[in-house]
């Protein structure tokens, strides 16, 4: 099969760009007259944009007004407007720059999707049009976040839906790489408010990425990574309001070469709780009626492995975590379901943290939750509960002890460190 | 030919909603519970809206802080969000109340226009969505002032475009009338603000509506009228603020046998200037120089007759009517040029009022310019300039005798009778 990166003269970027990154007109002008320079390289350049950002709340809170229980079809026409003022007022400030741009709806593109509106996904898109104005030298700014049904109304693509627009693009396209500009300078070992020596890392597997965004860094939506690992698009996470190269998370086994640890990052949830339900086997009725009752709530969980510090801890008991928020609504549930249910008794435990090493097969890396004990022991700090995957290891601990908890791993692992 | 008006059981109205009666979510509610009213009636409705109340200008206002001469195509992009956003929550509102509606933009009606941006003209308009809509008892809500050009762009009408939206549908459906609402009862004799007799029209005939809208009254665009007279398509001015039949413009000969007078009513024009140039003949070269000037400056001039009180006034001179507010940069040109024009003397006269009495053939009406010379006689009013077309007859005086002017010519032709 033909590679069009490799035929290709000149490299091509889909290049997308966040809400803050076009929150005012300023913002705008700054981010074409980055887009401007880059043109003048010779550079193929593909823009997508999200709404200003506010702007999808605004019309949100206008239709709420109006019914709380809006049809999905309707909000969809209705939200999708902000992309499109969005790359109206970009190809504006192209223009005036000299570069030839032309704004372009989902519709327009043809971005193909199916009829779930408010979070419909991307079944085709055609390149055709999209090709023919690159072949002319000029630069289509994309509205992200929209799509047509096929019966061609309008739909979205859900909460961070920007971001799969720009990296189905960049797969339809085989473009160079896509890159997602947004208000920080890229992945960063761990949250730099909490450790100041956090570092930014220059490359990152998409395994490891998928991880910490579902760990909960804001960077990426998890959706959006899934979609460029199936498609293989190089992703690049890179800042709008400052120069530099970001990080690139990276489909091929290259990622591995340039990893000088196993350990990438310290991922971190708070305002988490737990609840210990002893008694109860995980493959019993009840456990399957307690998970019943989880979803009909829509709380989201996750079971963990208690911590066995001693034999006399009782051999049969579940850990969840959740929302700390969740507690209460959840415990007023199960005191009416006791009854049915018969639960042992429960152990709650509210304002805990979870603390993750996330890295490239730490599940099976020997040793490693030895260590991560050990430095936590170290710091007087308590592990309480456990949970693995193949890229992460996790421990709940006392919110109160995050930021000594992170800062010590950050240490101990060496992550300040390329 | 079948005439589709015939043969369906149900009336079917094609309504538009301008700016103020949509302009906030509380207006909306209004309207959409007058639709929901009108739905239960089993009457076939098409609604037509345009944006929010100063939705359109704030977008116009974004555009310019980039680039006040941005591109047409880019502007129709974003100014074509305002009517999107209120046709998603005009069909919300109706959901809410048990209609069954569906928001469709220009392009998913299928309007489709020129390539024209920002003052395109509808060139087609496909049925069959909307007929289908229709069928299923759906009440389609149209996005107004918008449309699509051959290649797909968004294409917007220019100001007052809504109103011809609505014909075109009405026009395209054979609807039995089109109705405008907008937030005045309806078309009247002259301006009520003036002349608390003011009276409004039942019936007003298309010829005099056309002559009445471009000398400025603001209810209709005279495009629309114009429109809706090619396609004989019934047209009612009514108001969203309170019931009323409002007024029906008509196309058939029945509105002369409803007219009880040849005036049918006053039309005003403001803050006008007037130039005088005396030993000008309007074939000779040296006007279509003028002309030629009036033109680059963009200033729209009416050429008028003076009213030759006596034998003394110059027998060759041209008289020009235009808005006070281009004088300057009027007399300004004329000045640089004044050597190769070689213009005679200039007369300006500042702070002028046009007043026209309207109504199906005036021009050859006997002893109409008599009359109304002598009514302004009565009143000390000193008629200076004079202009004539088919359905008026208008005369230019001092502005401060305006109100004086307009009451005593409504009372004289008995305006305030029907």
Redesign the interface.
């Known amino acids: 099969m033909l590679d069009k990166r490799k035929l290709s003269r000149n490299k091509l970027f889909v290049k997308k760009f966040g809400g803050t990154s076009v929150g005012s007109?300023e913002r705008?002008?700054v981010v074409a007259e980055q887009i401007a320079k880059s043109a003048q390289t010779g550079e193929q350049q593909v823009i997508v944009l999200s709404a200003m950002a506010g702007e999808t709340n605004r019309?949100f809170a206008?239709?709420a007004?109006?019914?709380p229980r809006?049809?999905a079809?309707?909000?969809d026409?209705?939200v999708?407007?902000g992309e499109?003022?969005t790359?109206?007022?970009m190809?504006?400030?192209l223009?005036?720059r000299g570069v030839r741009a032309?704004?372009l709806?989902g519709?327009?593109v043809q971005i193909h999707t199916n009829s779930q509106f408010g979070r419909a996904s991307i079944e085709r898109v055609d390149t055709q049009y999209l090709a023919a104005l690159l072949a002319e030298g000029i630069v289509p700014i994309v509205a992200g976040f929209q799509g047509i049904a096929p019966n061609?109304?309008?739909t979205t693509l859900g909460r961070g839906g920007s971001d799969t627009t720009a990296v189905a693009l960049a797969a339809a396209l085989q473009a160079d790489e896509c890159q997602i500009f947004t208000d920080v300078p890229g992945v960063f070992t761990t949250d730099p408010n909490i450790e100041s020596n956090a570092r930014r890392l220059e490359v990152i597997g998409f395994d490891v990425m998928l991880e910490m965004a579902k760990l909960g860094a804001k960077v990426l939506h998890p959706d959006c990574v899934e979609y460029a690992q199936r498609f293989k698009v190089p992703l690049r996470v890179l800042s709008s309001f400052e120069a530099g190269q970001g990080t690139l998370i990276q489909f091929s086994d290259e990622s591995e070469r340039t990893m000088t640890s196993f350990v990438q990052g310290i991922a971190i949830n708070k305002a988490l709780a737990t609840l210990t339900i002893e008694g109860l086997f995980t493959a019993s009725e009840r456990y399957q009626a307690l998970l019943a009752c989880l979803a009909r709530l829509q709380i989201d969980v996750e079971v963990s492995t208690p911590l066995k510090l001693n034999e006399a801890a009782p051999a049969d008991c579940v850990s969840l975590m959740l929302a700390d928020a969740k507690v209460d609504i959840l415990l007023q549930e199960l005191e009416a379901l006791s009854e049915s249910l018969k639960l042992g008794p429960l152990i709650v435990e509210r304002q805990r943290a979870k603390v993750s090493l996330v890295g490239k097969g730490l599940q099976t890396k020997n040793g490693l939750l030895t260590k991560m004990l050990e430095v936590l022991g170290n710091e007087t700090i308590h592990a309480k509960l456990l949970s693995t995957s193949g890229s992460k290891l996790s421990t709940v601990i006392d919110e109160r002890d995050l930021h000594k908890a992170v800062r010590a791993l950050h240490h101990a692992f060496e992550l300040n460190k390329v």
């Open positions: 007109i705008i002008e019309l206008l239709a007004q109006i019914d809006a049809s079809r309707e909000l026409m209705l999708s407007t499109q003022v790359i109206a007022l190809a504006m400030a223009q005036r032309k704004s709806t519709r327009q061609g109304d309008v």
